[in-house]
C-alpha cells in the first residue's frame, strides 16, 4: 500500500533533495522501514540505537500524532499522508 | 528592597546602535552537541535535537565580575543591560523598552502561606503585559541581522501580541498563528497592532506543527519559536538576571514558574548559572519548582512518573497560555527540576481561578490563567511544608489578568444600588 511521506526541511538532503516519498508498509513501523531501506542515512537520524524514534522526532497519520495512536504500530492505508516533524518548543 | 524604577537611565550607547563582537559562537545541540553556524536553524541535522546558543569563554561575558558588575549597572533600564549574555551582534539601537519589571516583595501572601520571604517578579509590567516580550525582543533584533523581513509565530496568546507589537515598532509585517478558540482578549489585543492573525481549526500543538511547516517553506519568514528560536529562547534568561540584580547580586533559594513547553523554566535556571558562572553572584542554582495546569500536564505526570518522557496530551484546560501538549523542552524541565531538590506540580481549574484571586487580594497584582498556576503551586508547596520559614522565594507571575478576564467574571459581587444614600445605606451600611 502506497503512503505519501512529507519530510520536513532538515532532511531532505538525506532523501536526495525531495520534499514528499513515498513507501509501501501496513503500519508507520513498516512504511519508514521502506523509506530507510532506500536513504539509509534518514534512519540514523530519526532512529535511536533500539530502532525507537529519538525523542525529538514527531511523527503523524493524516495529522495526528502517532504517540495517540499505536505509535509505529499504527496502521496505515492506501493514500494515506505520514508527516516527519521535528519537535518544537512553543508558547 | 524596591524594584527598579529606572527605564529612564541613559542608554549604554547613546546615539547609535553598539557594534560589538558577538557574544555567541555557535548553534549546539543539546542532545549531541554537534556545533552549527549562528543561522536560523534550530534542529539538529544529526538528531532532530534541539540547538542552543553556546557563547564564547571566557571572553563574554568579561572575565572581571566587578567590571561586568558596572558595565551592567551602567546600561539601558532594558534587558539590554545584560547584552552581554545576550546573542545578538548590535544592541538595537531603540526598541519597545523590555524588562527590568518590578521585583515586589509580597508581605502579606508570605505571611498567609506561612513563607518567611517572598517576592513576585511582575510580567505584566512589560509592554504586552507578559513575559513574551522578552523572547521576542531578542528574536527580533537577532532576525533582523540575519535578514529577515518579516516575522511570524505559533502562540497559545501572550507571544502573538508581543510579537504584533514589536514587529509594528520595528517596522516589519507580523503573521500571528493561534488556535481559534484563544480568549477574545489575547486576539483583540493583538489584532490592534495590525498584526494578520491566522486563527487555525485546533490546538495549539496544531499550530505549532502547521507553523513548522510553513517556516521550512517561506523564505524571509522569521518565526519567532521556530526558526530562530534559540536566540528567542534566550530571552528568558533575563528573568533571572535582573531577580539576581534586584536583589542586590544575590540569587533566591527557590524560585516558582510555569512551564508550558519548558523554555522558561529552564532558561531561567540558565541565567542564574551564568551569573555565578560569571562571577557575579555566589551560591548555586535555586531549586527549580514548575508549575502546570491538570488540564495539560505532560511534564507533571512525567515527573511524578520519575520518567523524563512526557508523553503528549490533550489540553483541556483554562490555562491557555499554558496549554501545550507536546513540550519541546519537557524532558529538560523534569531533568532540572530533580537536579536542583525542585519539582513539578499540577493544580486543578479550581486551583487556578482560587490562585488568581489569592495573588490579587494580597498583592495586588492581577494575573491571567498561567500566574494561577504559578500561585496555586506556590501555595501548594507552602502547604506540603517544601519551604522553609527561612528561605527565599520567587515566584514568576508572566501574564496579566486582562488577557483573561472570563476567569474571574462572576467570582465576585457588585452592589448595584440607585445613586442615593439610603440606598448605599441600605445595600452596605452595615458593613462600613
Known amino acids: 500500500m502506497a503512503v505519501t511521506i512529507k519530510l520536513p526541511a532538515q532532511l531532505r538532503d538525506a532523501a536526495g533533495g525531495a520534499s514528499e516519498a513515498t513507501a509501501d508498509g501496513g503500519t508507520v513501523g513498516e512504511v519508514l522501514d521502506a523509506l530507510y531501506a532506500r536513504h539509509g542515512e534518514l534512519r540514523e537520524r530519526l532512529a535511536g540505537d533500539d530502532g525507537e524514534l529519538r525523542r525529538f522526532v514527531n511523527v503523524y497519520v493524516k495529522g495526528e500524532d502517532i504517540r495517540f495512536l499505536d505509535g509505529l504500530a499504527t496502521p496505515v492505508a492506501d493514500g494515506d499522508e505520514v508527516t516527519i516533524l521535528p519537535a518544537v518548543a512553543g508558547g | ?432
Open chain 2, 1 to 432: 528592597m524596591k524594584g527598579f524604577a529606572s527605564r529612564s537611565l541613559p542608554p549604554l550607547h547613546p546615539g547609535g546602535e553598539e557594534i560589538r563582537e558577538m557574544p555567541a559562537e555557535a548553534l549546539k545541540c543539546k542532545e549531541c552537541s554537534t556545533t552549527y553556524p549562528l543561522e536560523a536553524r534550530y534542529v539538529c541535522e544529526r538528531c532532530f535535537g534541539p540547538l542552543e546558543v553556546a557563547y564564547r569563554r571566557p571572553t563574554h561575558p568579561p572575565s572581571d565580575p566587578a567590571e561586568l558588575k558596572r558595565r551592567i549597572q551602567a546600561g539601558p533600564g532594558t534587558l539590554w543591560r545584560y547584552a552581554d549574555f545576550l546573542p545578538v551582534e548590535r544592541v538595537p539601537r531603540a526598541s519597545l523598552p523590555t524588562g527590568l519589571t518590578p521585583l515586589v516583595r509580597a508581605d502579606r501572601l508570605a505571611e498567609r502561606l506561612g513563607i518567611g520571604e517572598l517576592w513576585i517578579k511582575n510580567e505584566t509590567a512589560n509592554p504586552t503585559h507578559s513575559f513574551k516580550d522578552r523572547v521576542v525582543s531578542i528574536a527580533l533584533a537577532r532576525a533582523v541581522e540575519l535578514g529577515f523581513d518579516t516575522v511570524a509565530c505559533a502562540s497559545t496568546g501572550n507571544l502573538a501580541g508581543a510579537v504584533a507589537a514589536h514587529a509594528a515598532y520595528a517596522g516589519l509585517p507580523a503573521y500571528v498563528f493561534i488556535p481559534a478558540d484563544l480568549e477574545p482578549e489575547k486576539i483583540l489585543s493583538t489584532g490592534a497592532y495590525g498584526a494578520q492573525i491566522v486563527a487555525v481549526e485546533g490546538n495549539y500543538d496544531a499550530v505549532n506543527r502547521l507553523c513548522t511547516e510553513v517556516s521550512g517553506e517561506r523564505e524571509g519568514w522569521a518565526f519567532v519559536n521556530v526558526n530562530v528560536r534559540p536566540y528567542y529562547a534566550e530571552g528568558s534568561k533575563t528573568l533571572a538576571f535582573e531577580t539576581a540584580e534586584q536583589l542586590g547580586w544575590e540569587i533566591p533559594d527557590r524560585v516558582v514558574a510555569p512551564i508550558a513547553s519548558g523554555s522558561l523554566f529552564t532558561k531561567v535556571a540558565r541565567g542564574f548559572q551564568e551569573f555565578i558562572d560569571a562571577g557575579l553572584v555566589g551560591g548555586g542554582v535555586p531549586a527549580m519548582h514548575g508549575a502546570q495546569a491538570e488540564g495539560c500536564s505532560p511534564v507533571a505526570q512525567a515527573y511524578a512518573a520519575g520518567t523524563d518522557v512526557c508523553r503528549p496530551v490533550k489540553p483541556d484546560t483554562i490555562a491557555k497560555s499554558l496549554a501545550i501538549g507536546n513540550p519541546a523542552d519537557g524532558p529538560y524541565a523534569v531533568e532540572l527540576a530533580r537536579r536542583t531538590g525542585g519539582s513539578v506540580d499540577a493544580v486543578s481549574d479550581d486551583e487556578i481561578r482560587a490562585g488568581i484571586r489569592l495573588l490579587a487580594e494580597t498583592t495586588g497584582i492581577f494575573t491571567e490563567t498561567a500566574g494561577g498556576v504559578t500561585t496555586a503551586v506556590l501555595a501548594k508547596l507552602a502547604e506540603r511544608g517544601e519551604i522553609d520559614r527561612g528561605e527565599r522565594v520567587v515566584a514568576y507571575i508572566t501574564g496579566d489578568g486582562l488577557k483573561t478576564l472570563d476567569c474571574v467574571r462572576g467570582t465576585f459581587a457588585v452592589a448595584e444600588i440607585e445613586p442615593r444614600f439610603e440606598a448605599f445605606e441600605d445595600a452596605l451600611g452595615a458593613r462600613v
